[in-house]
C-alpha cells in the first residue's frame, strides 16, 4: 500500500503562487492515480485535481480550472499541485489519495485514508 504525504503549503497573498508536493513511499506509486482534495474550516472536503498514473490524463473542479496545475514525476515518487491566481478562497488544509483510477480519485469513501494535509491560507 503506497503512503503519501503533503508538503508546501504555507501563506500567501491573493494572486500568488504556491506549488504543493505529495510524495509517496514504496515502488507500486506509479501505477495509481492521485487526486488532490481540500478542506476548508466548517466545509465538506472537495476535490480539486487528478492525475492518472502515467499523467495523460487529468480532471479539475471547476473553481481551479485555468489556475491549478497538477503533474507528477513518477520517477521521483511525487505529484505537484501548482496553485496560480490564488484566492481567498482556496484557503483549506490540502490532502492527496492515491487510487486505481482517475474517477477513483475524484471521489471520496468513508473508509478513506487521510494524511496530516498541508495548511494553505491565503490573505492579505
Known amino acids: 500500500q503506497v503512503q503519501l504525504v503533503e508538503s508546501g503549503g504555507g501563506l500567501v497573498q491573493p494572486g500568488g503562487s504556491l506549488r504543493l508536493s505529495c510524495a509517496a513511499s514504496?515502488?507500486?506509486?506509479?501505477?495509481?492515480?492521485v487526486g488532490w482534495f481540500r478542506q476548508a474550516p466548517g466545509k465538506e472536503r472537495e476535490f480539486v485535481a487528478g492525475?492518472?498514473?502515467?499523467?495523460?490524463?487529468?480532471d479539475y473542479a471547476d473553481s481551479v480550472k485555468g489556475r491549478f496545475t497538477i503533474s507528477r514525476d513518477n520517477a521521483k515518487h511525487t505529484v505537484y499541485l501548482q496553485m496560480n491566481s490564488l484566492k481567498p478562497e482556496d484557503t483549506a488544509v490540502y490532502y492527496c489519495?492515491?487510487?486505481?483510477?482517475?474517477?477513483?480519485?475524484?471521489?471520496?469513501?468513508?473508509?478513506?485514508?487521510w494524511g496530516q494535509g498541508t495548511q494553505v491560507t491565503v490573505t492579505s
Open positions: 489519495i492515491a487510487g486505481d483510477s482517475l474517477l477513483r480519485v475524484t471521489t471520496t469513501r468513508p473508509d478513506d485514508s
Open positions: 514504496g515502488r507500486t506509486f506509479s501505477v495509481y492515480a
Open positions: 492525475i492518472s498514473w502515467k499523467g495523460g490524463s487529468t
